[in-house]
């Protein structure tokens, strides 16, 4: 069963095609990796996929559902989250706040019942505080919990920053470079972290990365992005192998 | 006739406005900040013109002169002390609220040295009215003056900015600070020039509308400030044409509006105007659409 | 006992510090040893003191620059004056009537706050700090002019003079043009101040330590991101402007039942109010809210103490501000805080480590 049918997607910008008929299908369950080198359009993909950019054309499917007319906010609400590759915390908020953020629309009380503390105002605090806890341990933060967020070491930032995306719920996890700024010891981390959210969290996941050993060593299936165009996609170590490939990234 | 004499004076106060707004506007575009404290560098100016030419006896153009000078180096001095420190801030309001306090800075400092009481302006303009159907429309030399320095200004810092090595820095740093830089442009003066010029045009507005309008107390500049402010908005922020526009036309529509509908109600009239237009085209009648990168 | 969060202990605090007070002024007055002059800064006090925590709803938990916030108390001031001069002979018990009113002013001054609230949500930083400028100015310019009043054929109104109202004989002016409202019961005392002091608190204060609080602060902290995990920003900027506009709106209320007679004229309810609580908010600590209250007390009386600071005052006031923002928001001086905080820790742990 496919999880995200992606088909003919275009943008331009100012006469620039920076995304062009672009097509993509994962299925459920599955790691996925978009790579490509720089300014291939990779992160407008993402982009394009919450709704952030309005695609000129094409269609988004997520898991039967239409998503192209639809606003950021419904796009996560239809289940699709993400993370960011130039970091995008709440940072004055403490660590286990930005998770709170992120159950936001699961919290099921009032404003009136916020303010004026009622009865159900302290059950659901008290349940969302469970589950962020839950969430910080899977991501390892749970010692960090009360600290603010903009005080996190890098990579832990990264990390804070998938826990509040897993707090929304989605059906489709999108990571925008999830290991850039990380020594080798914490990539190999990170690649542990991300194998079990997919396997525990029933989650398909794709990501965006330029760290050649994370993609071969998790991603099942892979697309190569080159100018706004796909160069090719598969199996991940067929297509690393790709001369074409290899030639993209080094250039000729 | 009448409805003649209300549009040029419409005219008049709309280039003192577009004299003002082009401050506003060319340093919104490089520094990203609405200098609140613009408006009252207008007084200083007004002021400076004024004991120039009262306590010192200097003629109408050295006045101006020492005003023009006298607001660059604090355009400059202001940029540098309050607002450079804040340029990488985390947030956008801390240089706001500085600057607000660098405007109720001057304006205080005015009111301890020159007092609150309002002070006769001698007019710079030596010039008679010009009268034209047997003398029921007449435009006054300082309004003739208003719009020819408006003119000249305009025409003079178009070409400044497309022609001149400095005005092209400035078109750089506008669109991308770290860009210019690696390029080899010096960010920190081009923004102090920025402000020198911003500052120099002030005193010229402040002088030019303390002619019109002789009295000046240490409050002189915020309306017109913020109006201005308004003006720029309106024709676009970061364009110099759309300044000069934006101006003339919230002149216009504040003189009509006084005439024919309430003289009260004007400076609403102007504010309301604003509001519509952010409604409407937040980007201003020649202002370019920018979107926030993700 | 349940362990308190640091939230609730925080608020407990402030609830605590406003009725000790309380109960500190009436003792002190029960005695007689409050002065005139003191007395009749109490119910101002309370007044800037929800003016500024309202203020720093928008200010320091949604992220924007509000000035016009002085034009929302005008509102709640004018509306909930004329509600009092028209019932004053139908409602004869003062309470009553001065609670219906408070509730009026706050519920008007929010419903200016939603209509500002909706142009200005498309608009961030320095324009939303701009066009709330111009509400603010709008609105005092609008009430100068407005004459109000009422006969046995119903309301009438008009811009230009009260005369063209065209009253019966019967009539009564509410609004004169520019003179006001006269005549407005003064209803308005300490106790009620500090009670609406202590809803104002109640609201803040628990708005946000909730989902909706986070909510705002995310907004405030990265739009972007809380766009992503599904907060509606319109919603929450609307909500933020309205509620501190109604907080806006009763402290008018507060202030035109204080003295009997209204106007708009001098510098209660235009731009340079709207930037005196400003003032106390930056001071106060932007996000603070015990800050505010003690800013706002602080800074409300002592310049009506020390006279010979009067003159002075706004330029210090301006110094200050200045100062303040420059400490605490230049990268280079939060760099320098960074480096004497780590210090100032460096040489307690050596102490601590020479006593084991």
């Not at chain 1, 989650?203 to 330029?210: A, G, K, P, S």
């Not at chain 2, 060319?26 to 400076?48: E, P, Q, R, S």
């Not at chain 3, 309810?269 to 996000?287: H, P, Q």
Request: aromatic residues 8%; hydrophobic residues 50%; glycine residues 10%.
């Amino acid at each position: 069963m496919n999880m995200l049918e992606v088909t003919n997607l275009s943008i331009s910008f100012g006469g620039l095609k920076a995304v062009n008929e672009f097509n993509l299908t994962i299925k459920k369950g599955q790691l996925y990796g978009l790579i490509g080198p720089n300014g291939a359009g990779k992160t407008t993909v993402f982009n394009l996929l919450t709704g952030v950019y309005k695609a000129d054309t094409g269609t988004i499917v997520l898991d039967g559902q239409d998503l192209v007319k639809l606003s950021t906010i419904e796009i996560n609400k239809a289940g699709i989250a993400r993370t960011f590759q130039n970091i995008r915390l709440f940072k004055e908020l403490t660590v286990i706040d930005n998770v709170k953020v992120g159950l936001h629309n699961g919290t099921p009380y009032s404003t009136f019942d916020g303010i004026f503390r009622l009865p159900k105002y302290f059950k659901a605090e008290k349940e969302i505080t469970e589950k962020a806890m839950e969430l910080l341990k899977v991501m390892g933060l749970e010692a960090e919990a009360n600290f603010t967020a903009a005080n996190l070491p890098y990579g832990k930032q990264r990390k804070l920053e998938i826990a509040r995306a897993l707090a929304t719920s989605p059906k489709l996890l999108l990571l925008d470079e999830p290991a850039a700024g990380m020594n080798p010891n914490e990539t190999a981390e990170l690649m542990n972290t991300i194998r079990f959210v997919r396997d525990n969290f029933d989650m398909t996941i794709l990501l965006i990365e330029h760290d050649m050993k994370l993609v071969s060593g998790i991603c099942e299936e892979v697309t190569v992005l080159n100018f706004g165009t796909e160069l090719t996609h598969g199996i991940t170590a067929d297509v690393l192998n790709d001369e074409r490939v290899i030639k993209a990234y080094l250039g000729d | 006739m009448s409805f003649l004499n209300h549009l040029i004076n419409g005219f008049s106060l709309g280039s003192v406005y577009a004299i003002i707004a082009l401050g506003y506007t060319m340093v919104y575009g490089i520094a990203k900040m609405l200098n609140f404290a613009h408006g009252d560098v207008i007084m200083v100016g007004a002021f400076a013109v004024f004991i120039s030419m009262t306590s010192m006896g200097a003629s109408a153009l050295l006045s101006l002169i020492i005003a023009m000078a006298v607001c660059t180096a604090l355009g400059v001095l202001i940029e540098k002390v309050a607002y450079r420190p804040l340029r990488n801030a985390s947030s956008s309001l801390a240089v706001l609220i500085t600057a607000i306090g660098v405007s109720y800075l001057l304006q205080n400092l005015a009111l301890l040295i020159f007092g609150a009481d309002s002070k006769s302006f001698t007019s710079i303009v030596n010039l008679k009215a010009v009268k034209l159907f047997d003398g029921q429309v007449s435009i006054s030399g300082t309004a003739i003056v208003t719009i020819t320095a408006c003119i000249v200004i305009m025409v003079g810092l178009t070409l400044f900015v497309n022609k001149t090595k400095a005005g092209q820095a400035m078109k750089a740093v506008s669109e991308d600070k770290g860009a210019a830089q690696l390029m080899g442009i010096n960010v920190n003066a081009t923004i102090s020039l920025t402000f020198a010029i911003g500052s120099a045009l002030a005193a010229v507005a402040g002088a030019l509308m303390c002619s019109a309008y002789p009295n000046l107390t240490p409050y002189s500049g915020t309306m017109p400030g913020i109006k201005a402010f308004v003006a720029a908005v309106f024709g676009g922020i970061g364009s110099i044409p759309g300044a000069m526009i934006g101006g003339l036309l919230i002149g216009i529509i504040e003189n009509i509006g006084k005439a024919y509908i309430s003289s009260q109600m004007a400076d609403a009239i102007v504010f309301a105007i604003l509001v519509v237009v952010l409604l409407i085209k937040p980007t201003g009648i020649l202002g370019k659409n920018i979107q926030e990168k993700v | 006992m349940k362990k308190l969060s640091k939230s609730t202990k925080n608020s407990l605090i402030n609830y605590g510090m406003v009725i000790a007070l309380y109960v500190v002024i009436m003792i002190i007055q029960l005695c007689g040893g409050l002065s005139n002059s003191m007395k009749g800064f109490l119910v101002p006090v309370c007044i800037y003191v929800i003016m500024a925590v309202s203020l720093n709803l928008v200010v320091g938990i949604l992220g924007e620059l509000s000035l016009g916030h002085a034009g929302f108390m005008c509102i709640g001031a004018y509306s909930g004056a004329i509600f009092s001069k028209l019932t004053e002979d139908t409602i004869t018990v003062a309470p009553i009537r001065f609670t219906i009113a408070i509730i009026i002013g706050a519920v008007f001054a929010a419903l200016f706050g939603a209509l500002i609230g909706i142009p200005v949500l498309r608009l961030k930083g320095d324009y939303l700090a701009i066009v709330t400028l111009a509400f603010g100015e709008i609105i005092k310019n609008l009430v100068n002019v407005i004459n109000f009043g009422v006969d046995s054929n119903g309301l009438h109104f008009s811009l230009k003079s009260a005369m063209d109202m065209g009253l019966a004989e019967d009539g009564k002016i509410i609004i004169k043009g520019a003179q006001g409202i006269s005549g407005t019961p003064q209803d308005s005392n300490f106790t009620v101040g500090i009670i609406l002091v202590l809803i104002t608190l109640f609201v803040v204060q628990n708005l946000v330590n909730s989902r909706d609080g986070r909510a705002i602060m995310a907004i405030r902290d990265n739009r972007i991101a809380a766009e992503s995990v599904g907060i509606n920003i319109t919603k929450y900027k609307l909500m933020v402007f309205t509620i501190s506009a109604a907080l806006a709106g009763a402290a008018g209320v507060l202030y035109s039942h204080n003295f009997s007679t209204l106007t708009s004229a001098g510098d209660k309810f235009n731009y340079n109010a709207s930037i005196m609580i400003l003032v106390y908010v930056v001071l106060g600590g932007i996000g603070n809210i015990r800050g505010s209250v003690i800013a706002a007390v602080i800074l409300y009386i002592l310049p009506e103490k020390l006279r010979f600071l009067s003159d002075y005052r706004m330029l210090v006031y301006a110094v200050v501000l200045i100062v303040v923002m420059l400490f605490n928001w230049s990268p280079k001086a939060k760099e320098f805080k960074e480096m004497v905080s780590y210090k100032i820790k460096g040489m307690f742990a050596k102490k601590e480590e020479t006593q084991a």
